[in-house]
């Protein structure tokens, strides 16, 4: 191959396609693709118009296209739900090292726990021709789940279940989770147990408080639906449930926050309550925080296995590259700390309202 | 042009290159191209040949390509030092909301304090054909920077200065910050003051030492080398720097920590030696955190207006893009705030070390 033709294949695939340029001159692309290749074949004229043009439009002929072909960086692209949340940090952390020890490089996407971002992001992504997408599902965009992988490109979900078939998942058991942040606060003795919830849409959302409820419910405790607020994962909707939760007539001794980003909307509104933990309320989140241990009392948690699930998802998708097609769904176990932000509830605990059956 | 034609030349740059296809079949790329846009011309058996190849090297001649062609999602590309350091989750945060005006997805890549990953980044994402790149550089690759320039994409360095001739910044005035730490420090009486400084290799690094030396120095005070830690803005190489000045026969009864990462590897030596804060050592960091005010006491910090500086950074790459070529560097300011970690020191503060000449 002469130098054009080198130049064009390169130069092509990184900036605009050839049909594009032939259009653009009212040309075929075999007369283009032949001026480019075998000049000496063309009409002189024409061959300088496709040569005005290829500048014109960006070609660059022995340019950036050529230095980038033999570097061959191979990525795969990561979406996030919200890169302001420690957890997700972690995640990208985790991804990393597996990808690295592929020789691949990750690109990560924010898409802010909002369907329309997210689909963007695969998009972009999947332009950027990624060998693969690992996403913590907003729950929408199953179409365009669809299309990509239908296009050959991996899909891994974590976190939360996309709804895409036969897809890979690395989750954690989120109601075993809930579980035993419940069954930890009524072994305490907390009979009026609230909760901040997380979306319906999302299945963190839904399992956490499924465990939440069922604990109650084996406990025979009548679960009052007042005391059953639901956030979207970020903190100004944990702090407007917590201050009607502490507005209540009779307010919880206890409460078990479905995040780590609610968790902190619900301390500010506590502490603007003035309300003391844990002799005031015990509360215990979903997710440990880098911080949970600095702060006074430090924080019971259920914590993630973060680095494991990213590790998961992560092994996942190369598997997946490396053509195992069969679906696999990991699920690792949250495991409680104790920590000092519950405890017992205070002698002044009403225990009229959430009362056994 | 027929089917085959809008195919190939859209997948062709989405997925593999008509050079590299015509390669594996031993053809010439003229006869590929003629074979996927005029199949008439071609014999039979190279036809089928060529189509089996397309097959097998994952084109795909009406698939993603051509839903991608239409979508023309633009891009730029946020490389950040540290993706656990929530300094950096706030610029992505105010990066994507500058870039959704105008248009543009954020896709990220994290260098991790790392030159060999930085370099990797900056490839990837001029691969992936972003319009330009934001990076808090480490300090080299400024050959690939250089390069990449000179192939028309904008690049814009925050918090750090790369070296790159004629770039835009978006910096804060660190010098002037770590000022405002240790001159609030020696206003409440401290003489033992103590630093765990940035790597030299980056000019957050550099200039926050500066600023502490400087005001020791203005106020006539002799600056004890064995005072004067270094670190690598990670938890790890603080937690090592202030056991050691923790160990000294006469311990500093303040402590400036050049970052927020490198707080919580001096809160763990701190907390493990029993030391209490501030009664025994004042500390002030450089760069807020969303928890400072949760921990016990709430943390005093120089504060970095980091939404204004992931703004700046992305506004001044829109104005290039736009085809305003002149360099421009915006330093902001940052700002002390006082909480509850630094008081005057106690009474047994030993000020014989670090006396006034």
Redesign the interface.
Known sequence: ?DKW??GL??A???LV????LAQSLNL???TV??AL??PEMVAPETLERVLAAVKAN?Y?LN??AQ??RT?K?K?VGLIVSD??N?FY??I??AV?GVAASNGY??????A?ENAEKED??L???????VAGIIHAATGANLETLR??R????AIVCFDRISGLEDTDAALVDNVEGARAATRHLLALGHRLVATIAGPDRLTTGRDRLRGFRDILEEEGLVVDEAYIERGDFRRESAYAAATRLLSLPVPPTALFVANNEML?GA?DAIRERGVTIPSELSIVSFDD???AG???PPLTVVAQPTEQIGRTAAELLFRRLEGDDAPKTVVLMPVLRERGSTAPPGADAREEVMRRD
Request: hydrophobic share 40%; charged share 25%.
């Open positions: 191959m033709d080198t294949e390169r092509g695939r990184f396609t050839m049909s594009e075929s692309t075999s693709s032949r290749t075998r960006g660059r340019g950036i230095s980038l570097r960086t990525s890169i302001m420690p940090s972690a990208v952390r990393e490089s990750v690109i990560v996407c924010n802010d963007e992001a998009w972009v992504l999947a332009e950027r021709q299309a990509l239908g296009r050959g490109i902190i301390l925080v880098p911080w600095y702060v006074e």
